[in-house]
């Protein structure tokens, strides 16, 4: 009896939290997947067409273009946010008044709107009046100013890269301090009587008891940039010719500018399946690590 009424309590206590889920993920998901078999328009009446448009996604080259795309800017950002985050943080994980500083300079762009921070690259990336493209004058790097954005899509990729780098790295290095903060001091002393230098240590204790941490950091590193959006809206627009377009950008076309909501639900459970994907891989990964 007291088991019973142990589990109601706590269902209970859970209920809120239900009722939230099922509120404002179970069923837009739920609506989303419906929408997904119709062709569903603002100012049309919708009519069902089953997997349509799923058969449209594999008939449509703009997808898979705007896939690859993705694809390409999530292989080329995530190790470079890994990488930096990682080695910023063992630089300044130990608690130093210097190293604080340094942490909280790092971390202080992450607070800002992805928004504002898009406008004040698209701003310093400007071709007339950028102070990057100043800068690189000033210092006989380049001849002439470089036009950023409209004109080469890979150009265009790397300044966004760099907008976004300067913004995320300080989130990927808070996660990583609190990581190697957690290890046990009696670890690294036993390693540096042992006569283990620096960078072993650093292999040989601090990289196996972060793996999970690692692993969480990347997920949420794949999943941001495969759902990249604000930055190639604010400082591309999809430009030159629709070869800037990510996914999101693309599904975010179709669905309002051009109304088809069917075709943009339709992409929008595509990309949610590559995330779902990518999710248990680091789920399984996670495990492995753990055993």
């Not at 049309?44 to 703009?62: C, H, R, S, Y």
């Not at 941001?224 to 430009?239: E, V």
């Not at 010719?241 to 950008?249: D, E, K, M």
Request: aromatic share 14%.
């Amino acid at each position: 009896m007291y088991s019973k009424r142990s589990s109601l309590t706590g269902l209970l206590y859970l209920a809120p939290a239900l009722a939230f889920v099922a509120a404002f993920t179970i069923y837009p998901l739920a609506q989303m997947g419906w929408m997904s078999l119709h062709n569903w328009s603002l100012i049309a009446e919708k009519k069902f067409v089953g997997l349509g448009n799923f058969v449209k996604i594999w008939n449509d080259p703009q997808f898979w273009a705007s896939l690859e795309f993705t694809f390409k800017y999530t292989l080329l950002i995530t190790p470079i946010l890994m990488g930096l985050g990682l080695l910023i943080a063992l630089l300044t994980a130990t608690n130093t008044p210097l190293r604080r500083v340094t942490r909280a300079v790092v971390f202080a762009p992450v607070v800002i709107g992805l928004g504002a921070s898009s406008l004040l690259w698209y701003w310093l990336f400007s071709y007339d009046f950028g102070l990057i493209n100043r800068l690189l004058l000033d210092l006989g790097l380049i001849d002439k100013p470089i036009v950023w954005f409209g004109a080469d899509a890979d150009v265009a990729m790397w300044a966004v890269i760099v907008s976004i780098v300067w913004k995320v790295v300080g989130f990927g290095m808070i996660l990583f301090v609190a990581a190697i903060q957690a290890i046990p001091a009696e670890l690294t002393e036993a390693s540096m009587v042992d006569g283990a230098s620096y960078w072993q240590r650093v292999r040989q204790v601090t990289l196996p008891l972060i793996a999970r941490t690692i692993l969480l950091v990347t997920l949420v590193s794949v999943i941001g940039s495969l759902l990249a959006f604000d930055q190639f809206y604010i400082m591309t627009a999809g430009q030159p010719r629709n070869l800037t377009a990510t996914s999101v950008f693309l599904i975010y076309l179709n669905s309002f500018p051009y109304l088809k909501l069917g075709y943009g639900a339709a992409m929008s459970l595509v990309l949610a399946g590559i995330i779902l994907i990518c999710t248990i891989f680091q789920i399984v990964l996670t495990r492995r690590s753990h055993a």
